[in-house]
Nanobody, 122 residues
Framework: QVQLVESGGGLVQAGGSLRLSCAASGRTFDFYAMGWFRQAPGKEREFVASISWNGGTTYYPDSVKGRFTISMDKTKNTVYLQMNSLRPEDTAVYYC???????????????WGQGTQVTVAS
C-alpha cells in the first residue's frame, strides 16, 4: 500500500519558517518526481514546488520562488519543503505528491498524501 505521510505543519508568525517532510513508502520511488501542492479554504489546489526523480531539477511558481526550497533524500524516500519568510497568504493545507519522472503544475499526481495544515499568523 503506497503511503505519503506529511509532517511538520503548524502555526507560525509571519516572517517565520517551517520545514515540511513527506515520507514515501509502499513501493519503489526511484523514478518518481516528488512535489508539494497547497489548498487554502475556498480556493483551488495550487502547485507549490517539485523536484525531478533524480533531484536535478526543481520547479516553483513565482508566488514562492526565493522563499521555499524543495529537496529530497533518496535514501530515506523523503522529500522536504523548507519554507522561509512565511506570509499569511501561505496559510493552507499542504499536500505531498508523487508522479513518475516529472511533476509540474499541470500534472495530476499519481499519489497524494493526506495533507498537513500550515497557518501563518499576521
Amino acid at each position: 500500500q503506497v503511503q505519503l505521510v506529511e509532517s511538520g505543519g503548524g502555526l507560525v508568525q509571519a516572517g517565520g519558517s517551517l520545514r515540511l517532510s513527506c515520507a514515501a513508502s509502499g513501493r519503489t520511488f526511484d523514478f518518481y518526481a516528488m512535489g508539494w501542492f497547497r489548498q487554502a479554504p475556498g480556493k483551488e489546489r495550487e502547485f507549490v514546488a517539485s523536484i525531478s526523480w533524480n533531484g536535478g531539477t526543481t520547479y516553483y511558481p513565482d508566488s514562492v520562488k526565493g522563499r521555499f526550497t524543495i529537496s529530497m533524500d533518496k535514501t530515506k524516500n523523503t522529500v522536504y519543503l523548507q519554507m522561509n519568510s512565511l506570509r499569511p497568504e501561505d496559510t493552507a493545507v499542504y499536500y505531498c505528491a508523487a508522479h513518475p519522472l516529472i511533476l509540474i503544475a499541470t500534472t495530476k499526481p499519481q499519489y497524494w498524501g493526506q495533507g498537513t495544515q500550515v497557518t501563518v499568523a499576521s
